[in-house]
């Protein structure tokens, strides 16, 4: 549905673009005036080149613009669907945090045997008493 509304806007902009309707009223006056003999071929076929090229700037710059945010709304969507976090930042912060606990852990099982050594040496000396 957002597309088909997305090219609706685009044709509605670009036929504004086209069909100005200043530029529409001046042309008939033009036309009517060349069928009169009050303008020349030159000036009228000058006046159409003019319109025509009012357009093909308009329709140019509309056009990058909308490709402009067209790109930045693709690249939102494919913000939006990454992690929170970019990759290799999230990776070495990953990591990071997995040395971290590792580290401890270490120290945990380093520990963990020292009480356990403690723990054997008191049964054994108790046993011997």
Same mark, same amino acid.
């Given at each position: 549905?957002?597309?088909?509304?997305?090219?609706?806007?685009?044709?509605?902009?670009? =036929? #504004?673009?086209?069909? @100005?309707?200043?530029?529409? &009223?001046?042309? !008939?006056?033009?036309?009517?005036?060349? %069928?009169? $003999?009050?303008?020349?071929?030159?000036?009228?076929?000058?006046?159409?080149?003019?319109?025509?090229?009012?357009?093909?700037?308009?329709?140019?710059?509309?056009?990058?613009?909308?490709? =402009? #945010?067209?790109?930045? @709304?693709?690249?939102?969507? &494919?913000?939006? !669907?990454?992690?929170?976090?970019?990759? %290799?930042? $999230?990776?070495?912060?990953?990591?990071?945090?997995?040395?971290?606990?590792?580290?401890?852990?270490?120290?945990?099982?380093?520990?963990?045997?020292?009480?356990?050594?403690?723990?054997?040496?008191?049964?054994?000396?108790?046993?011997?008493?």
């Amino acid at each position: 549905m957002a597309k088909s509304q997305e090219l609706a806007n685009f044709e509605q902009v670009v =036929e #504004k673009i086209i069909f @100005n309707d200043n530029e529409l &009223e001046e042309l !008939k006056i033009a036309i009517r005036n060349f %069928t009169e $003999g009050k303008t020349s071929e030159k000036e009228l076929k000058h006046l159409i080149l003019q319109f025509r090229g009012r357009m093909v700037e308009e329709i140019t710059d509309f056009g990058f613009f909308f490709a =402009e #945010k067209r790109t930045q @709304n693709l690249m939102q969507t &494919e913000i939006n !669907k990454k992690p929170p976090f970019s990759t %290799t930042k $999230g990776e070495s912060q990953l990591r990071k945090e997995i040395k971290e606990k590792n580290e401890l852990l270490e120290n945990v099982a380093i520990r963990v045997n020292q009480l356990v050594s403690n723990l054997k040496k008191e049964d054994s000396q108790g046993d011997l008493l």
